[in-house]
T-cell receptor
Framework: SAVISQKPSRDICQRGTSLTIQCQVD?????MFWYRQQPGQSLTLIAT?????????ESGFVIDKFPISRPNLTFSTLTVSNMSPEDSSIYLC???????????FGEGSRLTVL | QQQVKQSPQSLIVQKGGISIINCAYE??????FPWYQQFPGKGPALLIA???DVSEKKEGRFTISFNKSAKQFSLHIMDSQPGDSATYFC???????????WGAGTKLIIKP
């Protein structure tokens, strides 16, 4: 299993600013992912955070808007840049620690953009 | 073809009753079908998963039924309890190492 800590748990931000979300895992993991979840909605994969190389982004998400760092096997950050109210959402960090396919999630970072 | 269609969107069940959530898929390459449970303010957590070589998998009060020919799978919660009130997501992928395709979610409320 894996225990994932996300910071901040919630924040209220002004339009046009940027916010960095941190994800810390209690063990070394190869696969780390960032998801977005609108309240009451399903999960949408933003990107796979790769250690030592650029993140792999899903269709509709770009590096300039959602830059991701992965400096080591236990930590990653997601930045939401130049925020607009449409970015208000829950951002979830997730990891895969075995080849069973099970994903472990952090508790999420609830972002509100005014 | 990449979609997983989940129904119902919401479900209210009396305590002690059976909760049933259904999912359907199109991509015959899918061979891993998990269900995740999410409580408010928490991230999703794996509840139970199945592969298409079996038609049913049971863990405690939770059962997945899988119909390969119909390309459907469902979650049954027996003797539903108020603590089961949560949002449930089905998902699918062609391999456990590939990204999941998520259903839309079902908000389940168990009335005491």
């Amino acid at each position: 299993s894996a225990v994932i800590s996300q910071k901040p748990s919630r924040d209220i931000c002004q339009r046009g600013t940027s916010l960095t979300i941190q994800c810390q895992v209690d063990s070394q993991v190869t696969m780390m992912f960032w998801y977005r979840q609108q309240p009451g909605q399903s999960l949408t994969l933003i990107a796979t955070a790769n250690q030592g190389s650029e993140a792999t982004y899903e269709s509709g998400f770009v590096i300039d808007k959602f830059p991701i760092s992965r400096p080591n096997l236990t930590f990653s950050t997601l930045t939401v840049s130049n925020m607009s109210p449409e970015d208000s959402s829950i951002y979830l960090c997730s990891v895969s620690v075995t080849n069973t396919g099970e994903l472990f999630f952090g508790e999420g970072s609830r972002l509100t953009v005014l | 073809q990449q979609q997983v269609k989940q129904s119902p969107q919401s479900l209210i069940v009396q305590k002690g009753g059976i909760s049933i959530i259904n999912c359907a898929y199109e991509n015959t390459a899918f061979d891993y079908f998990p269900w995740y449970q999410q409580f408010p303010g928490k991230g999703p957590a794996l509840l139970i998963a199945i592969r298409p070589d079996v038609s049913e998998k049971k863990e405690g009060r939770f059962t997945i039924s899988f119909n390969k020919s119909a390309k459907q799978f469902s979650l049954h919660i027996m003797d539903s309890q108020p603590g089961d009130s949560a949002t449930y997501f089905c998902a699918a992928s062609p391999d456990s190492n590939y990204q999941l395709i998520w259903g839309a979610g079902t908000k389940l409320i168990i009335k005491p």
